[in-house]
């Protein structure tokens, strides 16, 4: 086990691996070559390598077999020979100490993705990106659909598109997709939080989350506000029908993660307000490649194992990848800031399966076949104390399986039909014992999509920039949440109440590329403009219709600077679960005055939802830059600024009872005060058509006379929420004699996130309190890349902000971890049919073991002593993972 004060030898044994590694990487240039080398069967072509250049590669015979490689004639140094080469074969060459060679599969460099255009599959500049040997493709089979867009090969115009791939996540040596997401900037809130009873309490619709779960939260706009997919199309929705949970989806089985940080509705529909986060799969990988990690943290151990088989063939090509998961629970009594005391787990005991399939075939001349599935278990385990003993298991099982057809059909036009279904089932237990009496408690949910779609796309006419391009379409799918809540209290059982209802959506939609000025007819000053014209027509069986547009421009001007805009409308339905009142409740308990902190006050507060809800509607507009001078090569700079309008937003008032007393008048609406005996009965009997009425007061003997307020909590429709900020991206990218760096900085900044409980109400402030959004967040990296090694710092920062819980408004420190990650490519040290294929990489996730900044222990029952919002209880966690690719 690591103590914190072991920095020192840390750093210490950091620094001499690194030395030994850089001391093993070749330190010599190399001289150039007269090459003369004819396109041939790629064993000859090495063969002639060899003599011309005066030394060795070693090249295993199954990878060379059937492969060609391509003329290469010229002086050049023999390493940029052998590229060239190789170029397009899927083999790549590792140069060894002593100045030979080793040929393997390609596997993509370490660097943290920065693209914010289309990086098209097997584009140089997109060596980011794992290519296998297809000769079946070409040209046009590249062009690839990205987020954002319904348009092939284009980047969404006027939008700002994030793109990680594979090498760029492995880089972070981050184990699971929950803690990937949380390095981004423009991610807050639920990812992440555990959401168990009494500890992330403060959290909105943490009940919801008791399994464990992960939703993302882009802009800050709340649970369910970021639409999810997966290979571009929606998944099953977890937390009883309301957000994704992206804690099951297996990091081995993901190829890029695409993040759009701006409204989409004209293209998906409906819950594209914040943003948009596609996970595509891997299915384009040939071989296989076999993966073991374990991690470390005081009192955690945590495991992975993966297994990926890849097959292409003329026509096709298939994938089929495992994954396993587990990491023990983390108990407050381990932590210090959590109090010392053994009251709950901050973390649960988790254990996950998943497994994936994914490929296409070609189907004659003019189709393809395609399919994807995504199956997954997780189970969950807590145990806690908060006023009353407790037991928690989890068990959450999602399948999402899809395939469809691509025709061609004239010209350039392309038509794809697709069909999906995904299912997501949630299983909560929880064991309690109230004033000695056992209690138990059973929660199913089930969550079902059907749905189908058809889009085409292709050019219209030529324009001085370019071809004109559209693409139109339409959609169907079909909604279903099945909850069931059974109780039983000292062996006696309550009726079970449940809650069903399910919706037909039906869309039609279409999307413009119209490029005015391109390269035929652009000039020194404008060198080219795109322009994007969007529409989304959605009407729901069960609450009405929505036509959403968009449009957007992109321009680009002196050395390599682009401007871009856009603007746009978005609508998200209510939720299924929201139409349901049977997981409403009402909770008495004593807390301090915030007005008079020495006084204590009871509060009866309403849990739950209002089923009365009007239609979500958003205007979201964006302009920034991307700029990538010619007189600087790898360097780039981007900034994006949005700005937010969400009416009627369905939300909870904030979840501290403290925060909305002590700011009576912009919560006037939801305060009862000094409430008459038959308020009091009214609340408690709305609580009582759900799951009931909870006496958390000390003897547990609440009467009505002891209410000093009664507060309506329940989510509802917020009269409108504003907010602003900028993103900030920027990275350079250098080559030198001694080894590739690349430095890289996004960061997001807020100027504002306001909300109000009607239209009418003052604004109450979300920004920089606990449990909401800070105004700033950054993550910066310095990456170095040299011969078979690769290393990278990364540092995350989060500012300090305020605890309003309580008249005092304590504040909560800043927040700064260091992440390190270094890989070795063993093959380099020495090449024999053990070590061809094999990495070996160490990680530190906070390196220098911060603890996340200490807030106020709200009762003797709290056990959390952290914001699980903006910070992380796990504390240094020591990795180390070896892969071999077969």
């Known amino acids: ?285 040939e071989g296989a490649e076999t993966t073991f990690r374990y991690g470390r943290a005081s009192d955690v151990d945590e495991y992975r194992a993966a297994q990926s088989l890849g097959g292409a063939w003329g026509s096709g090509h298939a994938l089929a990848s495992f994954q396993y998961f587990s990491r023990d629970n983390l108990a407050s009594a381990d932590r210090s800031f959590s109090g010392g005391a053994d009251l709950r787990d901050l973390l649960p005991e988790d254990e996950q399966y998943s497994a994936v399939l994914a490929g296409a075939q070609d189907v004659g001349d003019a189709a393809e076949f395609f399919f994807d599935g995504y199956w997954s278990e997780r189970n969950t385990h ?192 209510p939720n299924l679960r929201d139409y349901t009142a049977a997981l409403n409740s009402a909770t008495a308990s004593e807390i301090a005055d915030p007005l008079s902190p020495l006084d204590m006050i009871t509060i009866l507060r309403l849990n739950g939802t209002i089923v009365d809800f009007e239609p979500q509607k958003a205007e979201t507009w964006t302009i920034g830059f991307d700029y990538s001078p010619g007189f600087a090569e790898g360097l780039f700079l981007s900034a994006n600024y949005y700005n937010i309008s969400f009416k009627d937003r369905i939300a909870f008032p904030p979840s501290s009872s403290s925060t909305i007393l002590a700011d009576a008048t912009a919560f006037a609406d939801i305060i009862t005060a000094a409430p008459a005996a038959a308020e009091v009965a009214a609340a408690i009997a709305i609580g009582e058509l759900g799951q009931g009425f909870f006496d958390q007061t000390p003897l547990m003997n609440f009467t009505a006379a002891d209410a000093d307020y009664i507060i309506d909590g329940r989510q509802r429709n917020l009269g409108v929420t504003d907010t602003e900020g900028v993103d900030i991206r920027a990275g350079y990218n250098v080559e030198t004699d001694i080894g590739r760096f690349n430095v890289d900085l996004n960061a997001n900044y807020i100027f504002n996130l306001e909300s109000a409980v009607t239209r009418q109400s003052s604004r109450f402030n979300e920004l920089d309190r606990i449990f909401y959004p800070t105004d700033f967040r950054m993550r910066a990296s310095l990456g170095y890349t040299r011969s078979a090694f690769s290393g990278g710092v990364y540092v995350n920062y989060v500012p300090s902000y305020i605890d309003d819980r309580d008249a005092e408004n304590r504040q909560i420190d800043a927040w700064t971890t260091v992440d390190v990650r270094a890989s070795l490519e063993l093959e380099a040290l020495a090449a024999n049919a053990v070590t061809q294929g094999l990495e070996l990489s160490l990680s530190v996730r906070n390196l220098f073991d911060e603890e996340p900044p200490a807030v106020l222990l709200w009762n003797a029952f709290d056990g959390s002593g952290y914001d699980p919002a903006n910070a992380d209880p796990l504390g240094r966690l020591l990795a180390i993972e070896i892969r071999k690719t077969w």
């Not at 850089?22 to 330190?27: K, N, R, T, Y």
């Not at 005066?54 to 390493?79: D, S």
């Not at 089985?253 to 759009?260: F, G, K, Q, T, Y």
């Open 1 to 285: 086990m690591i103590k914190t004060n072991s920095k020192k030898s840390i750093l210490i044994g950091a620094a001499s691996v690194l030395a030994l590694l850089l001391a093993s990487a070749p330190a010599f240039a190399e001289d150039a070559k007269q090459f003369d080398i004819e396109e041939q069967p790629l064993a000859k072509a090495l063969l002639a390598f060899n003599e011309q250049s005066g030394l060795t590669v070693a090249a295993p015979r199954n990878l060379v077999e059937g492969k060609t490689a391509l003329a290469v004639h010229g002086e050049m140094e023999p390493g940029a020979a052998l590229e060239k080469l190789l170029a397009d074969t899927g083999l790549k060459s590792t140069e060894l100490p002593n100045g030979a060679y080793t040929v393997t599969l390609a596997i993509a460099e370490a660097n943290e993705a920065r693209s914010f255009r289309v990086a098209q599959l097997g584009q140089e500049d997109a060596g980011t990106v794992e290519t296998v040997d297809r000769n079946r493709r070409d040209e046009e089979k590249d062009e690839i659909v990205v987020t954002g867009t319904n348009i092939r090969g284009a980047a969404p115009v006027g939008s700002q598109l994030l793109t990680f791939d594979r090498a760029s996540i492995e880089a972070t040596g981050l184990a699971t997709m929950p803690e990937f997401l949380e390095t981004l900037p423009q991610n807050f809130g639920l990812v992440g939080v555990d959401g168990s009873p009494g500890g992330g309490a403060g959290l909105p619709n943490a009940f919801a989350n008791q399994n464990g779960g992960s939703s993302l939260n882009l802009r800050g706009l709340g649970q369910g506000t970021t639409l999810t997919l997966l290979n571009g199309r929606r998944m099953a929705l977890g937390f009883q029908g309301t957000a994704v949970d992206v804690s099951a989806i297996p990091l081995t089985a993901i190829e890029r993660v695409e993040v759009l940080t701006d409204g989409a509705s004209a293209i998906y529909g409906s819950d594209a307000i914040g943003g948009v986060v596609n996970f595509v799969l891997r299915d384009d990988f």
């Open 382 to 573: 807590s145990e806690g104390l908060s006023l009353t003993q407790w037991v928690t298991d989890g068990k959450d099982r999602k399948l999402n399986l899809s395939g469809g057809l691509r025709f061609d059909l004239f010209s350039d036009w392309k038509l794809e039909t697709a069909g999906s279904y995904g299912r997501s089932k949630t299983g909560l237990n929880v064991d309690a014992v109230f004033s000695g009496f056992p209690y138990e408690q059973e929660i199913t949910s089930v969550f079902e999509v059907y749905a189908a779609n058809a889009k085409a796309d292709g050019s219209l006419f030529e324009l001085p920039g370019g071809a004109a391009r559209l693409a139109l379409g339409g959609a169907w799918r079909h909604e279903s949440l099945d909850i069931v809540t059974m109780q039983a209290l000292a062996g006696v059982s309550y009726p079970a109440t449940g809650a069903a209802d399910e919706q037909d959506v039906y869309s039609a939609f279409f999307e413009t590329y119209i490029p005015l000025i391109g390269e035929n007819n652009g000039t020194a000053l404008v060198q080219s403009l795109e322009l994007s014209v969007a529409g989304r027509y959605d009407d729901y069986s069960t609450f009405g219709s929505s036509f959403d547009p968009k449009v957007g421009f992109s321009l680009t001007s002196f050395d390599g600077f682009t401007l871009r805009g856009s603007y746009g409308t978005s609508y998200k339905a």
